[in-house]
């Protein structure tokens, strides 16, 4: 394994700052319009360090254009976030 990403470094983003959009990509969900789904979040209140480390990774994603702002109008679905710390990483948000 180590050999193949090795090979293919080029291929893997180091942050999500490298990571690139690809032009006239579209994500579309196949849900029918007559489906009903929740639009009010049962959302955990979070604590402030787990606030501005959420903020901070939206910030992120937004400014390399990962993700986008959506009209409350525009929302279909929505749910709780969840945060989780993945082993692989170092630092972070320690919950």
């Known amino acids: 394994m ?5 090979e293919y470094a080029d ?5 999500v700052s490298e990571v690139r959009p690809v032009k006239g990509a579209v994500h579309k ?5 007559i489906a009903k ?3 009010k ?15 901070g990774k939206l910030d992120e ?5 990962i993700i986008e702002h959506v009209k409350p109008d525009e929302v279909k679905c929505v749910s709780p976030t969840t945060l989780a710390k993945k082993a692989h990483e170092k630092g972070g948000l320690s919950l």
């Open 41 to 55: 979040v049962g959302q955990k209140r979070l604590t402030p360090p787990q606030r501005d480390y959420l903020h």
């Open 29 to 33: 969900l196949n849900i029918p319009e």
């Open 37 to 39: 789904m929740r639009t």
């Open 11 to 15: 291929c893997f983003a180091l942050s």
């Open 2 to 6: 180590e050999k193949l990403v090795s």
């Open 61 to 65: 994603l937004l400014e390399a254009g």
